[in-house]
């Protein structure tokens, strides 16, 4: 295909999607769509023939819109593009403080001779819709490469020693890269380097403006969470002493617990103590005292059985974090019931400590009523995204992964597809918000010391414009908590994961509540609500190869006693 033919192609492609968002944008009788603006960003990409390239951009916003994008020049784009440049949107509106549904974003690759890389871009097109979202210029000495992430860090990107030294040979002055990829390219001369870590820093750099966030501490009242965290805490340990009885302090740092739950860390106290009965349980089927199929079929009832429960609960603002905690635990355990290997004392331990966050999510069932379906647009998205991070890590380190990691991203993908598929757009949402933090960490992880205090902020400032819309963020702030003990422990890699988990969820749920029509269902608080007790310990049932043992065991006594008496008899 020669130059002429491929500028028609695009230029007809180009087209259609303006056509195609001219036919979808929601206008109202007599209200016209009109450019907002459009502007051309330098993006820097690896060449299909090795080293690097500047490929330029084209980005236009439209107003009024139906809060789509729409790419043409895709083929050198790379197929996770489109969905990269959609979450640029709608981190961009989020930052401009206006409805994502005021625009509609047209991308247009115009560079042939080299590949964006996916998602590798999307950074610098969220800066381009934010600059055109406030009428501000961008710099043209300045370009930058790195992945924007649905709560607005910048995530790392492959090739930025090839990037930036293609970015100096084509005279570009400054070069905006992730935190931490700085050092790759620290040979490449006459350009200067930049690592960011955040949009906010990106924009800083590219226009000049220097955003505010419009919310604080003040946003934030952490009496639901406080009284939440400590219920589940009491709940969990009371299930753990149930079943361990005097060995409590064999499988737990009764003593370390304790002492977090005296400072007020009742998350981190809570998790500790299900990961003691995790170890409580492992023991007991390893020993032989507990049959793995009798929990195997007693944890898949019991999960059945609790979904079943959470169905009928209703989904508000104040609940919504609690609820998708609870769907990510019973899915949990269907996804290790479906393994080829299950651990069964994961999905029982799972199972049995359920009721206490069913409970806490009936008592905090009230506030602004969120339907499920109407999550669906969003968890399409996001499941979009999972998709292009899934890919992009696997893409970028091949065979590199462990084997582990590999299958933990594959499920989680795969488990966001099922749900979604059947209409669970909540828990389909959850499990593509952690396939896009594991994979991000998966690219991060060599930089979690400079990354996970930074990744704490932007949390935090995720979670006060969370509770301006009226969360409480119970699971956001229980993922910073957990993080913090981690980071305390020195170890930054879980630590950064943890933060990553609490910024996704927290960016989420501001999104969710944060854009909710004006008109919507608000209940009072419950009067009452009975609570859901947890099942009776299991702590007798004898496997098979107990009775197999404890009956070797008879014949060889019953043996020795006959032997005995045929030796008496004899004597006499």
């Known amino acids: 295909m020669n130059k002429k033919t491929l500028s028609a192609a695009l230029a007809i492609t180009a087209l259609a999607a303006l056509a195609l968002a001219l036919t979808l944008a929601p206008l109202r009788p007599g209200q016209a769509m009109y450019v907002l603006g459009t502007v051309r960003i330098n993006a820097l990409a690896v060449s299909s023939g090795g080293g690097g390239a500047v490929v330029p951009i084209e980005v236009t916003l439209l107003t009024p819109g139906n809060g789509r994008v729409y790419v043409a020049g895709v083929p050198e784009a790379g197929e996770g593009f489109g969905p990269s440049a959609q979450i640029a949107l709608y981190v961009a509106a989020r930052l401009a403080g206006v409805p994502v549904t005021n625009y509609t974003a047209l991308v247009r690759v115009i560079g042939l001779e080299a590949s964006v890389g996916g998602p590798s871009a999307s950074g610098y097109i969220t800066a381009a819709m934010f600059a055109l979202m406030k009428g501000l210029p961008l710099r043209n000495d300045t370009a930058m490469t790195g992945i924007i ?53 990106a924009i800083y750099y590219l226009t000049g403006y220097n955003i505010t966030s419009p919310y604080g501490p003040s946003n934030l009242n952490a009496t639901a969470f406080n009284e939440t965290a400590k219920y589940l805490y009491r709940q969990v340990l009371s ?71 959470v169905e009928r609960i209703p989904i508000t603002s104040n609940n919504l974090g609690i609820i998708v905690g609870i769907y990510e635990r019973i899915y949990q355990i269907y996804q290790e019931a479906n393994s080829t290997n299950p651990d069964v004392a994961l999905m029982y331990a799972r199972a049995v400590t359920l009721p206490p966050w069913i409970n806490a999510a009936n008592r905090l069932a009230y506030g602004r009523v969120i339907n499920e379906a109407s999550l669906q647009d969003m968890a399409e998205t996001y499941l979009e995204y999972a998709y292009v991070m899934y890919s992009y890590v696997t893409t970028t380190y091949q065979g590199q992964l462990p084997t582990d990691l590999l299958n933990s991203l594959q499920n989680d993908f795969e488990l966001a597809q099922t749900l979604y598929r059947n209409g669970h757009y909540l828990a389909s949402l959850a499990a593509s918000l952690d396939t896009i933090s594991l994979a991000e960490n998966t690219l991060a992880y060599p930089g979690a010391v400079s990354l996970a205090p930074v990744e704490r902020q932007v949390a935090l400032q995720n979670i006060y414009r969370a509770a301006a819309c009226g969360s409480p963020n119970i699971l956001p702030l229980s993922y910073v908590q957990f993080g913090d003990y ?80 045929i030796v008496s008899l004899k004597k006499r």
Not at 244 to 271: F, K, P, R, W
Not at 273 to 302: D, E, F, I, T
């Open 486 to 565: 981690y980071a305390s422990a020195g170890d930054a890699a879980t630590a950064l994961y943890m933060y990553e988990e609490a910024s996704m969820y927290a960016a989420a749920i501001g999104d969710i509540l944060c854009s909710a029509n004006a008109t919507y269902v608000v209940l009072p608080p419950p009067n009452s609500s009975s609570a859901l007790a947890p099942p009776p310990p299991i702590t007798a049932v004898t496997s098979p190869t107990a009775y197999a043992v404890n009956y070797i065991i008879a014949i060889i006594i019953i043996i020795f006693v006959l032997s005995v008496i």
């Open 239 to 309: 299930i753990y002493r149930n079943a361990t009885g005097s060995s409590a302090d064999v499988y737990a740092n009764m003593s370390l617990i304790s002492s977090l739950a005296n400072e007020g860390q009742y998350y981190t106290a809570a998790s500790l103590v299900y990961n003691a009965l995790y170890r409580y349980y492992s023991a007991q089927l390893s020993g032989g005292s507990l049959s793995g199929r009798a929990l195997y079929n007693k944890a898949l009832q019991l999960a059945r059985s609790y979904e079943s429960i």
């Open 149 to 201: 992430l649905p709560d607005g860090t910048i995530g790392w990107v492959g090739g930025v020693g090839d990037k930036v030294a293609a970015a100096a040979q084509n005279g570009i002055k400054r070069v905006l890269v992730p935190l931490g990829e700085q050092g790759e390219a620290s040979g490449v001369k006459g350009v200067q380097v930049i690592p960011v870590a955040t949009i906010q820093q």
